[in-house]
């Protein structure tokens, strides 16, 4: 056949075409291949606060928080301006070696007043998954600058997600990862037991099982040597590995292993960060730790346009630069970029201005003390989380912890019966998770949770 330079036909589109094409064209990121969760897509085609609509014109409460990431809400008429005026007077610029853009060194600025201690040294990237990426690799460029070539393990634990490049998804680790098929990066990098209070071993208290937790780090150390070991990677709650509150004291403690081991400190704040749990960094402010770096994402622009930072130490710049190579060679081509920066200073304007964090530290524990209301409910084991980051976990037997059959995919059931009640909860594994955005009120906490313990009952109803 020969080939013809003729445009394919385009018909026109009705909204409900939408789920076809997707269905047709369309990969997902975590698609499932056996059938996709649900028969035809939700398509989603407006959002306004905590509401989004879809292609029916069918409106749901957004408890989800788009993926944890819509923390200012959707729609505000100023970011969509902030955003145009930037893309007017400057779409893009280069920001490699010596050239930058006037945002991206306002926002630079402004995320070394935020981040804690002598974290002034900002590393933009283009969202979470390729902070981390780089927050690894600075470790090991650290190291060499300081002499210490072979200081390039990193430290991670079972349940963690640090996004989705090739490295990063090496790092973390959650059930389900397709180990063999991706081929993840193995060596150099070890993972330590999840520190869920919830699932601990029968016979230890909280306080016992944090020792093993520490203790095992330790021995870890030992075995490797701190001649190898240049990082650890830590969520300050882990996110999609389960709203995993650590056990208290756990991460100082970890931390003050660290640094007796010259190891650096990765933060992963993608999720914790800006606001999710009522400050604009977790590590310090929550739980007493001064990480070396900080990755950021999500909520750093709350999801109206793809942004990610790498906030390190003083110190860590000035080893870097005076090592003996010169060059720092990472960057992308959109690190900085000059509109994704506009709209992150008028995300922490807008933030500020409106007193969002210590609303959502408020509005976050009204949430909490109702959830907790839902643990009567047969099939909920524990209902977990802090501030705006909470979950419920669903179990076959409340006494044993046992979890229900995969099969029974109770907690998508779940999130199909709040959807159809006007509400989007995220199932992942066998927990319904929430984390909406910071301007949540208490009615619409009600209306959550309320929903929530509906559609739990009348699951459990099918169950039986
Ligand atoms: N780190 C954590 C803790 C996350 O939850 C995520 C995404 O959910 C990432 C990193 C990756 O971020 P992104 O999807 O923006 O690459």
């Known amino acids: 056949m020969t080939p013809t330079a003729a445009p394919k036909p385009r018909p026109e589109r009705r909204n409900e075409d939408f789920a076809a094409l997707d269905q047709a064209h369309a990969l997902h990121p975590w698609q499932h291949f056996q059938g996709m969760a649900r028969e035809v897509p939700l398509v989603?085609?407006?959002?306004?606060?905590?509401?989004?609509?879809?292609?029916?014109?069918?409106?749901?409460?957004?408890?989800?928080?788009?993926?944890?990431?819509?923390?200012?809400?959707?729609?505000?008429?100023?970011?969509?301006?902030?955003?145009?005026?930037?893309?007017?007077?400057l779409a893009y610029a280069n920001p490699f070696v010596d050239v930058t853009n006037d945002p991206a060194a306002l926002?630079?600025?402004?995320?070394?007043?935020?981040?804690?201690?002598?974290?002034?040294?900002?590393?933009?990237?283009?969202?979470?998954?390729?902070?981390?990426?780089?927050?690894?690799?600075?470790?090991?460029?650290?190291?060499?600058?300081?002499?210490?070539?072979?200081?390039?393990?990193?430290?991670?634990?079972?349940?963690?997600?640090?996004?989705?490049?090739?490295?990063?998804?090496?790092?973390?680790?959650?059930?389900?990862?397709?180990?063999?098929?991706?081929?993840?990066?193995?060596?150099?990098?070890?993972?330590?037991?999840?520190?869920n209070p919830y699932r601990r071993p029968a016979h230890l208290t909280e306080a016992q099982f944090c020792d093993?937790?520490?203790?095992?780090?330790?021995?870890?150390?030992?075995?490797?040597?701190?001649?190898?070991?240049?990082?650890?990677?830590?969520?300050?709650?882990?996110?999609?590995?389960?709203?995993?509150?650590?056990?208290?004291?756990?991460?100082?403690?970890?931390?003050?292993?660290?640094?007796?081991?010259?190891?650096?400190?990765?933060?992963?704040?993608?999720?914790?960060?800006?606001?999710?749990?009522?400050?604009?960094?977790?590590?310090?402010?929550?739980?007493?730790?001064?990480?070396?770096?900080?990755?950021?994402?999500?909520?750093?622009?709350?999801?109206?346009?793809?942004?990610?930072?790498?906030?390190?130490?003083?110190?860590?710049?000035?080893?870097?630069?005076?090592?003996?190579?010169?060059?720092?060679?990472?960057g992308y081509t959109y690190s900085g970029h000059p509109v994704a920066c506009a709209a992150g200073l008028k995300n922490i304007e807008i933030m500020e201005r409106e007193g969002l964090l210590p609303h959502a530290a408020k509005v976050g524990s009204y949430f909490e003390t109702r959830l907790q209301a839902l643990s009567h409910l047969p099939l909920v084991g524990d209902v977990r989380g802090r501030k705006l980051m909470l979950c419920v976990e669903n179990v076959a037997d409340k006494a044993t912890k046992a979890l229900l059959p995969d099969e029974a995919n109770e907690s998508k059931r779940i999130s199909n019966a709040c959807e159809e009640m006007g509400l989007l909860v995220r199932p992942i594994g066998h927990l319904n998770v929430m984390s909406p955005p910071l301007t949540i009120t208490?009615?619409?906490?009600?209306?959550?949770?309320?929903?929530?313990?509906?559609?739990?009952?009348?699951?459990?109803?099918?169950l039986v």
Request: negative net charge.
């Open 212 to 330: 093993e937790l520490v203790a095992e780090f330790e021995a870890l150390i030992a075995r490797v040597g701190a001649d190898r070991i240049g990082g650890f990677i830590a969520e300050p709650i882990q996110a999609s590995g389960g709203i995993i509150i650590p056990p208290e004291g756990y991460l100082k403690r970890m931390w003050q292993l660290c640094q007796r081991h010259d190891i650096l400190f990765i933060a992963d704040e993608v999720v914790t960060g800006f606001g999710r749990i009522g400050h604009w960094f977790a590590s310090l402010a929550e739980f007493g730790v001064q990480p070396d770096m900080i990755t950021c994402a999500k909520g750093l622009t709350s999801g109206y346009i793809p942004l990610g930072a790498l906030i390190f130490s003083d110190r860590i710049y000035q080893a870097m630069s005076q090592g003996p190579s010169g060059w720092f060679t990472s």
């Open 107 to 195: 926002l630079a600025a402004r995320l070394a007043e935020l981040a804690p201690g002598d974290l002034n040294r900002v590393h933009f990237t283009t969202g979470g998954s390729t902070a981390v990426d780089t927050a690894v690799r600075m470790v090991s460029y650290y190291h060499h600058a300081r002499g210490n070539p072979g200081k390039t393990d990193i430290v991670s634990r079972e349940n963690s997600y640090h996004g989705s490049t090739y490295l990063s998804q090496s790092v973390g680790k959650r059930n389900g990862d397709r180990i063999e098929e991706f081929r993840y990066k193995t060596e150099g990098i070890h993972h330590l037991s999840c520190p």
């Open 442 to 462: 208490e009615g619409q906490v009600d209306f959550v949770v309320e929903t929530l313990e509906r559609a739990i009952a009348r699951v459990t109803d099918d």
């Open 44 to 89: 989603i085609t407006e959002g306004q606060g905590c509401m989004v609509t879809d292609t029916t014109g069918r409106s749901y409460l957004d408890a989800v928080g788009g993926v944890w990431c819509t923390n200012i809400g959707l729609g505000r008429r100023e970011m969509a301006e902030a955003i145009g005026a930037q893309a007017l007077k």
